[in-house]
C-alpha cells in the first residue's frame, strides 16, 4: 500500500506542476486554456472553473496529463474526423484571437518550454528545502579496498579521507560518490586527493578501464571502494513489527553466535549471510540471558538493485558513540541552500544528458532505464526511509522529467521547440506533413524507450 501511495504521490504532484508550467505561460500569453487535465482516460472528477469556462478533470489513469488550448489546427482535424462525437463550438474572430496557433512563435516557444521548467524548478524548491532543513552525510573516510581492485593499484588505503575528487572539495561519502560517478562517464582516470592516519596528503590516479559498461553496480563497488564502517557486534537491536524474525522468536539483546553452524564475528557477517539466502531455511545460534538458542527462521525474499536478497526484519544493536564519529551534519543558509539547491539540480541535469548520450554511443548499459514499475518501487523504499528521503527522489524524478521533455523528440515539447527554431530559421511555419511524419517518428523512439523500461522492471522484479 505504501509503494502504491508513494507512486500515486510522486505522479501526481510532478505530472500536476509539469502542466500547471504550460497552463499558468500559456494563460500570461493570453491563450485560452479549455481543459487542464490530470491522468487519462475516463474522468474521475471534473470541474468548470473561471472565466474561460476551463474544465479540470483528474482521470483514471495517473501516468500522465495534458492541457488543451483552444488551436484552429486541432478543431480542423476533429471536425474532419469521421469518428468525432464531439460538439462543434463555433468561436467569434475576437475569441480566435486568443487561440494557441495565432500567438508568435516566441509565445508558443515559451508555452511549450514552461512545462519542463516549472518540472526543473521544482527540484530547486525541493533540494532548496533539503539544504535548508539541513543534510546528514558519512565522513568520506575509506574502508576496505578489495585486493587488486582499482582503487588497491591506486594505493589507496583503508582509513584515509577524501579531501578531493577531480580538483573538487569532498566532505561526505555521498559526494566522493557523486563527483567519481560524473569523472567515470567523460575520463580514463581522475586524481583523488586523501589524508592518511598521519595526516600525510597523498595524490592517487584511479583509473576508469573496464567500468562504464554496467549501470546496475555502485562506480565505488566496481572501483573495489567501501566506506568505513564501525565493527558492530552481532546484537539485535530492534525488530520490525510483522517481520521474519519477530515470527520466528528472536528478540532484542540476543547475540548470534552462529548461522549454519559458521561462527559470526560480527553483523556485517550476519546480513551478508541472511542477503545471500532468500527463501532458504537457515540456522541461528543464539545466545539470551547467558543460555544458548537454536532458532530456524527462512529469510523473506525481496528485490534490491535488482537483485532477489533475503531480510529477517531484525536490525543492529547500534553503538552510538561510534556511529556518531562518522556521521557529519552540515548545515546552510538560505541563501546558500539556493545556490546549492540551483548547482545540485544543474550537475544532476547535464548528468543524465551524458548518461543518454553514453547509452546511445554503447558506453553505458541500456539497463540504466527504468519503467513504472521500478519507480513505483523506489517510491514506496523512499518514503519508508523517511521524509528527507522522498523529497530527495521526488527532486530526482522531476529533474529527469524536465530533461526528458527536452529532448528533441517529436510528441515531446523539445520536438516542438525543434519545430518552432525551424519556424524562425524559414520564416513560417513546418508543414503539417512533416509534422505527421516527425510525430510517427518521435512515437516510435517513445515506444523504443517504454518498451526497453519494461523490459528493465521484468528482468529486475520478475526473472532477478
Aim: proline share 4%; with cysteine; glycine share 8%.
Amino acid at each position: 500500500m505504501m509503494t502504491i501511495l508513494a507512486f500515486i504521490v510522486t505522479i501526481g504532484i510532478l505530472v500536476t506542476i509539469h502542466e500547471y508550467g504550460h497552463y499558468q505561460v500559456a494563460r500570461w500569453c493570453g491563450i485560452r486554456v479549455l481543459r487542464f487535465s490530470i491522468g487519462f482516460g475516463k474522468p474521475l472528477w471534473k470541474k468548470t472553473l473561471g472565466k474561460d469556462g476551463t474544465e479540470f478533470i483528474l482521470a483514471a489513469i495517473p501516468l500522465g496529463g495534458f492541457v488543451k488550448m483552444l488551436d484552429e489546427r486541432e478543431m480542423k482535424q476533429e471536425q474532419a474526423d469521421p469518428d468525432f462525437k464531439g460538439p462543434v463550438v463555433q468561436y467569434t474572430e475576437e475569441e480566435l484571437a486568443r487561440a494557441f496557433n495565432r500567438k508568435s512563435v516566441y509565445q508558443r516557444m515559451a508555452v511549450v518550454i514552461a512545462g519542463p521548467m516549472a518540472n526543473l524548478l521544482l527540484a530547486v524548491l525541493l533540494y532548496w528545502l533539503l539544504f535548508s532543513l539541513g543534510m546528514t552525510g558519512l565522513k568520506p573516510v575509506i574502508g576496505e579496498v578489495l585486493e587488486n581492485s582499482l582503487a588497491s593499484q591506486a594505493n589507496l588505503k583503508k582509513g584515509d579521507v577524501i579531501q578531493k575528487v577531480d580538483g573538487k572539495t569532498v566532505k561526505t561519502w555521498q559526494d566522493a560518490r557523486w563527483l567519481l560517478l560524473n569523472a567515470s562517464l567523460e575520463k580514463p582516470q581522475v586524481e583523488i586527493e586523501t589524508v592518511d592516519t598521519f595526516q600525510t596528503l597523498h595524490i592517487n590516479t584511479v583509473s576508469f578501464a573496464g567500468i562504464n559498461n554496467d549501470a546496475e553496480q555502485d562506480v565505488l563497488a566496481k572501483l573495489g571502494l567501501e566506506m568505513l564502517r564501525p565493527n558492530m557486534p552481532a546484537v539485535i537491536g530492534e525488530l520490525l513489527p510483522g517481520s521474519v524474525a519477530s515470527a520466528a522468536g528472536f528478540q532484542v539483546n540476543d547475540r548470534v553466535l552462529s548461522i549454519d553452524n559458521v561462527e559470526v564475528s560480527n553483523w556485517e557477517h550476519v546480513v551478508n549471510a541472511v542477503q545471500a539466502s532468500p527463501n532458504k531455511q537457515m540456522q541461528f545460534e543464539l545466545l539470551r540471558d547467558n543460555q544458548r538458542i537454536s532458532i530456524n527462521v527462512t529469510p523473506e525474499a525481496m528485490q534490491e538493485n535488482g537483485k532477489h536478497i533475503g531480510r529477517l526484519g531484525a536490525g543492529v544493536k547500534v553503538n552510538r558513540e561510534e556511529m556518531q564519529s562518522l556521521i557529519l551534519d552540515i548545515h546552510y543558509t538560505p541563501l546558500e541552500s539556493l545556490q546549492k539547491a540551483i548547482e545540485k539540480t544543474w550537475d544532476t541535469s547535464i548528468f543524465s544528458l551524458k548518461m543518454l548520450g553514453n547509452m546511445i554511443t554503447g558506453k553505458v548499459s541500456w539497463k540504466g532505464i527504468s519503467g513504472p514499475v521500478s519507480i513505483a518501487s523506489f517510491a514506496g523504499e523512499s518514503a519508508n526511509l523517511g521524509l528527507k528521503v522522498f523529497i530527495g527522489f521526488l527532486a530526482l524524478v522531476s529533474i529527469s522529467i524536465g530533461v526528458l521533455n527536452l529532448l528533441p523528440i517529436p510528441v515531446l515539447d523539445g520536438g516542438h521547440l525543434m519545430y518552432y527554431m525551424a519556424e524562425i530559421i524559414k520564416g513560417s511555419p513546418v508543414s503539417e506533413q512533416v509534422m505527421v511524419v516527425g510525430q510517427k517518428i518521435g512515437l516510435g523512439v517513445l515506444g523504443l524507450l517504454m518498451m526497453v523500461a519494461i523490459f528493465n522492471d521484468i528482468n529486475r522484479f520478475m526473472i532477478g
